[in-house]
Structures are given as structure tokens and as C-alpha cells.
């Protein structure tokens, strides 16, 4: 893999809050698809990474994440080569059934 693979060009920030154990929607997002439209890194920015310091055990237990719903709305966009956030992992602790994770592991997607 070469280190270009690492360099992103268009980058876009969308603010969409979040508190413990929510999850980010399709519906959170389909809002900022003109946005979307054309990344190639895309930062989330729930709030919730304000609890790393003040709270880390909420931070780290209680995090949102991403539905199901989200990922597949996310692998539409053919430029989106990467996502960041200010989460400590991409998948709710608390919903873990319901987390992107799962998707990625279904028949659905082959890497």
C-alpha cells in the first residue's frame, strides 16, 4: 500500500451530537449528503469526546456509534476512503447488536 493511500484531499467535518449509547442514523446523516458527496475523509464530530478528560468512564463505556443504517448510507459515496470521530470506537458499547461492526461481518461486503 503506498503512503498516498494515507493523504486525503477533501475533508469535511459535520457536527451531529450524540449522548451515551446513541446511535448515528442514516437519518443523521442523509441531511449532509451534498456534503458527503465527493470526500474522502469524513470527521464526525458527536461532542461526546468531550468526556475524555472530564468523564473517561462514560467516555469509554457509554460512547455512541453507528447503526447499521449509517454504514450502508456511508458505503454509498464512491470517494469516502476513510472516517474519523471523536468516539472511542465506532460500535455503542451499550448496543453492540446493533453496531456497524455486524454489518462489516455479514455476506453482504467481501474484502
Do not use: C
Not at 15 to 32: C, G, N, R, V
Not at 48 to 67: M, W
Request: proline share 5%; aromatic share 10%.
Amino acid at each position: 500500500m503506498s503512503i498516498d493511500s494515507f493523504i486525503f484531499t477533501q475533508v469535511k467535518i459535520l457536527d451531529i451530537p450524540k449522548k451515551d449509547d446513541e446511535l448515528i442514523e442514516k437519518s443523521d446523516l442523509a441531511p449532509f449528503a451534498e456534503h458527503i458527496t465527493g470526500t474522502d475523509l469524513l470527521i464526525i464530530r458527536t461532542g461526546f469526546g468531550e468526556l475524555r478528560v472530564s468523564d473517561p468512564i462514560s467516555f469509554g463505556n457509554r460512547n455512541p456509534g453507528f447503526a447499521a443504517s449509517a454504514g450502508e448510507y456511508l458505503m454509498e459515496f464512491e470517494t469516502l476512503r476513510a472516517i474519523g470521530m471523536d468516539l472511542p470506537s465506532a460500535v455503542a458499547a451499550e448496543k453492540l447488536p446493533n453496531s456497524w461492526v455486524l454489518y462489516f461481518g455479514s455476506q453482504k461486503h467481501n474484502t
